[in-house]
């Protein structure tokens, strides 16, 4: 238990000092992040320009889609500000970054995922709170809910981004498809339900979790599902321990870059 | 130097794969979205379908020259590359015209069946091929707005916010994803004023609303966001070369 809980005090220490360095460059943050801020904004702009002709996306509103990008928007922001060194895992396995943190006594996943910290997911942050306040689906009662939907929500896109990071093991020099499958579940889960149907659906809730990030969790504030809940902290469970044997299995084929460098 | 181009973008299967899928996926999501919707008139579904294909086809197909040029400016290469006897605006924009030719070609070919397969209708030739025409130019014309903002990091070290606020702006005031007459009518009049609708809803809407006079009119207005677009350009290259004989680069 002892071990735990100085492998998580690591995470955390870890996690302080990549925020730490990315906020220090200060104009960079703040236009990362005011920029993030834009973007996501001139995004859900083509939501309020459709909705202003047509009235629901069956049964979906202006409040659900700014429910819907508070969720996503939140989680990623969360992922990129606090574990955004698993975006770089395929990177680090195909150049043999590793080896600098292979060699630690400490939990190397923890330490992979604590490693970087993304300036604009503050921008994302900052949207997801705009967001959630234009659809007044944010109050006292479903605030617990809210934060614990956007955090599975995180935790979901983590342990895809570790899943696809670890292909590097098998297919080496992967980064770009890692990435391009990464891309294509963030597109996915930023909108509603009704637009996917039959095998796409059953895809989207398993292979690419796009809907345990954008819709389910979406049904399931409107709803006040406690059933939605549970399914959506199980399969986040089942999603975590998944991401993390794969990444273990893959480790053991890993092969040191013998890359020379330096590091402190 | 165009053709070099075209053959050397041949060789990276991987990136117009990964391109034409995202493309795909897009196009995927927006017809469902189309099905979904109420319009008043029920052809209006297919046509979305095409117009959304045109303006993704002229965006995806454009290249990033703005990042070579940037990357060149900061390294200081762009210094080496001036001693070549060949103008650098010129390399720079053959060596995007072959990237932007063949992804248009590649994806032009993957849109026709498949627009065709989610929408069930495909628009009469002629009219195809005019609407893809005037796309390519819109993509040409993007090149020399991006090798523009690429100079600017001659000035401003980064170029990237400005590229940042021209894609986003392109995206809303563009009409990328649904056309300007859906807009409010005064956003709609102030994206009359701004290149993002001659480039992106103008040539895509010739799938939706097709004359001889329009087609003419579209083309009028890429020349002459062109023609801005070269101006601006070259003002800055030339700001850029003065400074550099100045300070000795």
Known sequence: MGGKVSEFRTFIESVKTSIKSSVSLRESFILQSFFMLVSNIIFFSFWLIYFSNFHSVKGWTISDMACLYGVVNGAYGLFSVFLGGSRFIAR?????????????????????????????????????????????????????????????????????????????????????????????????????????????????????????????????????????????????????????????????????????GFKV | MIFFSVVHNGNNRKEIIVRSLFFMVILYIFSNLWKITQFSNEADHHLMVWYLAVTELIMLSVPLVQVDIENDIRSGDVVYQLLKPVNY?????????????????????????????????????????????????????FVIFHMMIGLTAFKLQDSTPI??????????????????????????????????????????NLILHFSYLEYVSVLSGLLFWGAVGAICMNSLYLSMLKSLRVNGG
């Not at chain 2, 010129?90 to 248009?104: E, T």
């Open chain 2, 89 to 141: 605006l010129f390399l720079k924009l053959a060596d995007s015209l072959g990237a932007l030719i063949f992804r248009f070609l590649v994806l032009a070919v993957i849109t026709v069946p498949y627009c065709t397969y989610l929408s069930g209708f495909t628009p009469p030739p002629l009219l195809l091929a005019g609407t893809l025409l005037s796309a390519l130019i819109a993509g040409i014309v």
């Open chain 2, 163 to 204: 590229f940042w606020v021209w894609q986003r702006s392109g995206f809303l005031f563009g009409g990328m994803l649904l056309p300007l007459d859906y807009y409010p009518w005064y956003l709609k009049a102030f994206c009359a004023f701004l290149p993002f609708s001659a480039l992106l809803y103008k040539p895509a």
């Open chain 1, 92 to 260: 680090m396995i195909f150049e043999g970054d590793l080896d600098s943190l292979i060699v630690k006594p400490k939990n190397l996943l923890l330490l992979i995922v604590g490693s970087k910290s993304v300036t604009s997911g503050w921008g994302d942050l900052i949207s997801s709170l705009a967001f959630f306040i234009f659809s007044g689906y944010l109050t006292l009662w479903n605030f617990p809910l809210i934060l614990i939907l956007v955090a599975t929500a995180c935790l979901t896109i983590t342990s895809f981004s570790i899943l696809m990071g670890s292909l590097a093991f098998w297919l080496g020099d992967s980064h770009v498809l890692s990435k391009q499958l990464f891309e294509f579940l963030l597109t996915f889960s930023n909108y509603p339900k009704s637009i996917y149907v039959g095998a796409v659906k059953f895809f989207l809730l398993t292979v690419l979790p796009s809907g345990f990030i954008g819709f389910i969790p979406i049904e399931t504030i409107k709803e006040f599902s406690i059933s939605g809940l549970l399914t959506i902290l199980l399969f986040t469970a089942f999603y975590c321990v998944l991401a993390i044997k794969i990444f273990h299995i893959g480790l053991k084929r890993y092969a040191s870059g013998n890359k020379p």
